[in-house]
């Protein structure tokens, strides 16, 4: 009797402490939605989330009932967040998968996304960086991000300026903006930034990204994604700064165990379409940023041999298309305008302080200093770059004024971008195609 007293008052306590608790139940359980790549775009997805209390359960299904659920893989505490992680594997590719996470039986509003096609159907995605330092560009961009539904955004790193914990923190709470109307949210590529660089593992704990040292590639049905990593370019980047603390001299390691990755990756890759994100650029517009030393000897020789059409570059906080360039130590800079070359575009001004694109060469093909991000449209047989303008620190830009592509709109026509936004006009026009 004793007994079964006891666990009728065990029941009551934890309804009570449950769902029925108006203490834990008013309360917020889970915030910060993020949404990674981090594995085969097509059938995978990386959902993360911050939890403030009790055990998460994430309900997914390719329905509105969410009928499968899974707890976390991975739960990190890192930057004042208990940063919860689940990897969904074994997804249909081009599906929408709808999604909530649920804590003492209250669930969070369900979202949505979309993994990638296997088929050659076209797909938009969003290039950009340098998000730190003024919310108020960064949010412009994130409202923009909801409005053109993009496959995914390779993000080029600098995300913020400090990389602590209040900045991610905001960052998070910003990146909400970019959920759409419907419920759709967006999964990131990450790539690493300088202003990552005090702790190497900072996007391994808050985006889950597989490869410590941040270098990988995604496979699309006609598209090959490379994130690279300038930062461990030696006397650059952290991996330096580390080996000074450790004085372990090895410092070339790294530098080289990434490059021989990329050759070999390169040389067997038989996709249409082949695009690199990194953060540093070969050769900056920004006549006081360094020239790429190692980055441009080891890697500009390996895009031209293997045929990269696409380069997306970061860091200068301005704006640029090259024409495509080859190799050539006789070239301004070291490059020549060759049309089986690669064409690099950037500087990643997502938000951070824009800077004066003071340092064009003969090759460029356009320049400018505004904030913005890349709209690419990735077709099996071209590539189109649009660059989207969302003003800058003297000029207002209101993104609500874009009207939302609706889910139906682009389901009936992959390629069709919203018609009002504001895009950088050039001597190509407002799209530079490859
Ligand atoms: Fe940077």
Redesign the pocket.
């Known amino acids: 009797m004793k007994k079964l007293h006891y666990i009728l008052t065990l029941i009551v306590w934890m309804l009570f402490t449950s769902c029925s608790s108006p203490a834990l139940s008013n309360k917020i359980n889970s915030d910060k939605f993020r949404l990674i790549f981090n594995s085969d775009p097509m059938t995978t997805m990386t959902i993360a989330w911050n939890q403030y209390q009790g055990k998460p359960t994430l309900y997914y299904g390719l329905t509105k009932e969410t009928k499968n659920h899974i707890s976390p893989q991975r739960v990190v505490k890192y930057k004042g967040m208990n940063n919860n992680f689940v990897r969904l594997t074994n997804l249909k590719p081009d599906s929408k998968y709808y999604f909530k996470v649920c804590t003492f039986s209250k669930c969070t509003q369900t979202s949505y996304f979309k993994t990638a096609p296997s088929d050659n159907r076209a797909f938009t995605f969003i290039a950009g960086g ?1 998000s730190r330092s003024i919310p108020e560009g960064r949010i412009r961009g994130n409202i923009l991000v909801s409005k053109i539904r993009p496959l995914f955004i390779a993000h080029g ?2 995300y913020t300026h400090h990389g602590d914990a209040k900045e991610w923190q905001r960052w998070f709470d910003e990146w909400q903006m970019t959920r759409s109307s419907d419920g759709r949210m967006y999964p990131l590529t990450l790539t690493q ?3 990552e660089n005090s702790d190497h593992e900072m996007l391994n704990k808050l985006f889950d990204v597989p490869n410590p040292d941040v270098y990988s590639k995604l496979d699309f049905n006609f598209l090959s994604l490379y994130t690279l990593n300038t930062e461990l370019e030696p006397a650059v980047g952290y991996y330096d700064m580390d080996i000074r603390k450790t004085k372990q001299w090895h410092e070339y390691d790294k530098w080289d165990a990434q490059t021989k990755w990329l050759e070999n990756e390169l040389k067997n890759d038989k996709k249409r379409w082949k695009i690199l994100s990194y ?2 650029p070969l050769r900056p517009h920004r006549a006081n940023k360094d020239e790429g030393r190692l980055r441009y000897l080891d890697w500009a020789v390996l895009f031209y041999k293997y045929k990269v059409q696409l380069a997306i570059e ?3 906080h301005l704006v640029k298309y090259t024409q495509p360039l080859k190799p050539d130590l006789f070239g301004e800079e070291g490059f020549v305008i060759d049309k089986n070359g690669t064409t690099f575009i950037g500087e ?1 001004s997502w938000g951070a302080p824009t800077r004066k694109n003071d340092d064009d060469k003969s090759w460029t093909l356009a320049s400018g200093s505004f904030w913005q991000f890349k709209l690419i449209t990735a077709m099996p047989n071209r590539l189109e770059i649009r660059t989207v303008k969302f003003g800058d620190e003297k000029t207002a830009y209101n993104p609500n004024q874009v009207k939302e592509l609706t889910q139906k709109e682009q389901d009936k026509s992959p390629t069709t971008i919203p018609k009002n936004l504001d895009l950088w006009k050039t001597k190509v026009g407002d799209v530079l195609k490859l």
């Open positions: 340098d790193g600098d930034g300088n202003h953060h540093r970061c860091d200068s990643g």
